[in-house]
């Protein structure tokens, strides 16, 4: 999954920097749908050396062999941090997958650097093959780093530019020393009132973040930063000791949860500047497809695009993780109120938008008369059934070529919601797939979702 997520955003960066260049809209679309349903059908390594090959057709750097050969390796080690007195594990390449095949007789060597942040002097190894029973590894062997600094590992295959893997951080404990330092924190202190237990359920869930062990089988892990998260938690900690809510009006992105009554719901948010003010603001909130997470809509569907449009028209923006057990009305109704707790929201321009399984979650929510929402948009799924009697102004999109969610089901429904006299905008997009259709048309999304529909 973290590798899956690397070439991801690897893709989204090539299609952000250069177009649709090498590869036609229909091509494209094709490819990335084949690949999802590899990804369903539990073949991450094979989504992953489909997504690479397509961004290689994109970004014409990454055609070369030696950065085809990068793509198909990855630098791996189960605890990405250090800590003095503690022993540094092993670091070991791995095949990702066998989507570009290394010939055996090639002699590019592959170099794992690492490099201090702070500009103090790093390491340059070369790593070698070693057979095994299962896969074939390169094993590094690596030399002493400064204490106190964070350090970049990349890899460099041939004469290709070095890759950057990931960061190893520095901590003053091991994770879970920190965690349970932070937990017993919490336990010192006392919280009054929703605002201040919703406060207090985040600042727990962010301290049991931290693991000795990375979590690969989480997409999200990728992102998270334990050195500069450990820092914030301190700060969010000491202003929850003195009974303030650490979340109140706070600007930019922020990960927290919310407290239901059944679970807790992971939250990416991204607060304009305008939100440090007392002046009301739209609320967007975004759902995920099947297999996404909470920062779906912030990393991908465009590279930060959601983030962007909200700084630029000073909308609130609020990312659940839905999982694949829906999204109910409770729950939408649950995380408005702990948003309410924190910003100056416009309650009657609440808004949300959703993609595959998340679109066919925005419908419902549009069907549920009593949250009275503003606008609803659809992509890549949405209505299913009989119209209901009442719904929120709502926008389709559909890929023609969708493989994932079927066009023509999708044109059925929306007719027959227009047909019982429901606001609906059906938009049919000939050449579009299942995935792509969101970052290539948020931007006229956006805008009908911000102006009055009513």
């Known amino acids: 999954m973290v590798d899956l997520a690397r070439s991801y955003l690897a893709f989204e960066r090539a299609v952000q920097a250069h177009g649709w260049t090498g590869v036609t809209r229909l091509e494209a679309n094709a490819s990335f749908d084949q690949l999802t349903l590899n990804f369903y059908l539990g073949d991450a390594a094979g989504a992953i050396a489909k997504l690479d090959a397509l961004t290689a057709r994109i970004d014409p750097a990454r055609s070369a062999p030696a950065e085809r050969a990068g793509d198909a390796l990855t630098l791996v080690c189960d605890q990405r941090w250090r800590a003095k007195g503690h022993e540094r594990p092993v670091l070991s390449i791995v095949r990702t997958h066998d989507g570009y095949a290394i010939p055996e007789d090639w002699d590019a060597p592959v170099l794992v650097q690492a490099v201090p942040l702070d500009g103090t002097a790093g390491w340059t190894t070369q790593a070698t093959w070693q057979q095994t029973s299962t896969r074939q590894l390169r094993t590094v062997v690596d030399a002493p780093l400064p204490a106190g600094v964070d350090v970049e590992l990349r890899v460099q295959v041939g004469s290709a530019p070095a890759r950057r893997q990931w960061t190893w951080e520095w901590l003053e404990a091991p994770p879970e020393q920190l965690r349970a330092q932070a937990l017993a924190q919490l336990a010192t202190i006392d919280t009054d009132g929703p605002p201040l237990e919703q406060a207090r359920a985040s600042l727990e869930a962010r301290a049991k973040r931290f693991r000795n062990r990375a979590d690969t089988t989480s997409a999200s892990s990728v992102l998270f930063q334990p050195a500069h998260e450990w820092r914030s938690l301190q700060v969010d900690l000491a202003q929850l000791a003195q009974g303030e809510d650490p979340y109140r009006r706070r600007v930019g992105a922020s990960w927290r949860v919310v407290r239901t009554d059944k679970r807790m719901i992971p939250l990416r948010v991204h607060a304009?500047?305008?939100?440090?003010?007392?002046?009301?603001?739209p609320l967007v909130?975004?759902?995920?497809?099947?297999?996404?997470?909470?920062?779906?809509?912030?990393?991908?569907?465009?590279?930060?695009?959601?983030?962007?449009?909200?700084?630029?028209?000073?909308?609130?923006?609020?990312?659940?993780?839905?999982?694949?057990?829906?999204?109910?009305?409770?729950?939408?109704?649950?995380?408005?109120?702990?948003?309410?707790?924190?910003?100056?929201?416009?309650?009657?321009?609440?808004?949300?938008?959703?993609?595959?399984?998340g679109a066919a979650a925005a419908a419902q929510l549009a069907a549920t008369p009593t949250l009275k929402l503003a606008a609803v948009a659809c992509l890549a799924g949405g209505p299913r059934g009989a119209a209901p009697q009442a719904a929120a102004p709502l926008l389709v999109l559909s890929g023609e070529r969708d493989t994932i969610v079927a066009h023509r089901p999708l044109r059925t429904a929306a007719e027959a919601w227009r047909t019982a006299g429901l606001t609906l905008d059906f938009r049919a997009l000939p050449d579009e797939g299942h995935t792509l259709l969101v970052a290539e048309h948020l931007d006229e999304v956006w805008t009908w979702m911000l102006r009055p529909q009513r």
């Open 272 to 281: 304009p500047l305008a939100a440090g003010k007392d002046h009301a603001l």
């Open 285 to 357: 909130i975004a759902l995920h497809g099947a297999g996404g997470d909470e920062h779906h809509w912030f990393e991908a569907y465009g590279a930060g695009r959601m983030a962007r449009l909200a700084e630029r028209d000073g909308a609130l923006v609020a990312a659940p993780a839905i999982g694949f057990a829906g999204w109910t009305a409770d729950e939408h109704t649950a995380l408005v109120r702990a948003l309410v707790y924190c910003y100056a929201i416009d309650l009657k321009h609440v808004t949300v938008i959703g993609h595959s399984m």
